[in-house]
Structures are given as C-alpha cells and as structure tokens.
C-alpha cells in the first residue's frame, strides 16, 4: 500500500512539474505578475513640474553666476596685465619668460600624464 501511494503522489508530481513547463508564456507572465505585482519592467518616473516663477527665479540665478565669473575672469587678466606693466623691461622680460617655461612644463606634464594613463587603460582593458 506504501509503495502504491509513494508512486502515485510521485506520478502526480512530476505531471505538474511537465505542464507547468509546457505552459504558455503569457501564463508564466500573469504568474510572475500575481507573484511580483504589476510589472516586471522598468517604473514610470513621475516628473514634478516646478511652478514657472521658480523656473525664472533659477535661470535668472545661473544668469547672474555666468556674469559673475566672467567678470572675475576678465578683472584677473587685468591684473597680471597690469601687474607686467608697472615693472622695469628686463622684469617683464624676465616675467614672460618665466610664464612661457611654465606654459611648456604644464604642457609636457600633461602629455605624460596622458601617454602614462592611456598605456594603464590598454593594460587592464
């Protein structure tokens, strides 16, 4: 008697397990659905939409930042300028050589920072 019974719950079992392997793909879909809620794919982001005096409120604020910069950019170039001007020839002779081994160390600095970093990224890619 236990061994009929152990072979038909076995029997059962594996022609649940068959049909549930043969079943459509819509049906695994409405069970992945009941299981995990309503969809499995990517969730609709909800856009909050600012109200349109806070919009101009922020651009005028960028506005003003863009302006602030530039003008502090500009007012720094006057100064070294100025700065060059007020010394004697050979010190602005001087001075300008001096910006020109800068510009031409910085330069080689970074092409070697390059090459080094590119030599790196082909060795673990």
Same mark, same amino acid.
């Given at each position: 008697?236990?061994?009929?019974?152990?072979?038909?719950? !076995?029997? !059962?079992?594996?022609a649940?397990i068959c049909?549930?392997?043969?079943?459509?793909?819509?049906?695994?879909?409405?069970t992945? &659905?009941?299981? !995990?809620?309503?969809?499995?794919?990517?969730?609709?982001?909800?856009?909050?939409?600012?109200?349109?005096?806070?919009?101009?409120?922020?651009?005028?604020q960028?506005?003003?930042?863009?302006?602030? &910069?530039?003008?502090?950019?500009?007012?720094?170039?006057?100064?070294?300028?100025?700065? =060059?001007? =007020?010394?004697?020839?050979?010190?602005?002779?001087?001075?300008?050589?001096n910006?020109?081994d800068?510009?031409a160390?910085? &330069?080689?600095?970074?092409k070697?920072?390059?090459?080094?970093t590119?030599?790196?990224g082909?060795k673990?890619?």
């Amino acid at each position: 008697m236990r061994k009929l019974f152990l072979f038909l719950l !076995f029997l !059962f079992l594996t022609a649940g397990i068959c049909d549930a392997q043969l079943s459509k793909k819509n049906s695994v879909r409405k069970t992945e &659905k009941g299981l !995990f809620g309503k969809s499995l794919g990517k969730k609709k982001e909800v856009k909050v939409k600012e109200p349109g005096a806070v919009v101009k409120a922020k651009k005028k604020q960028e506005a003003k930042e863009r302006k602030m &910069k530039s003008d502090y950019a500009k007012s720094v170039k006057r100064s070294q300028k100025r700065t =060059i001007e =007020i010394q004697s020839p050979e010190v602005q002779a001087r001075m300008k050589q001096n910006q020109k081994d800068t510009a031409a160390r910085d &330069k080689s600095k970074k092409k070697k920072v390059k090459t080094t970093t590119r030599k790196a990224g082909k060795k673990y890619n």
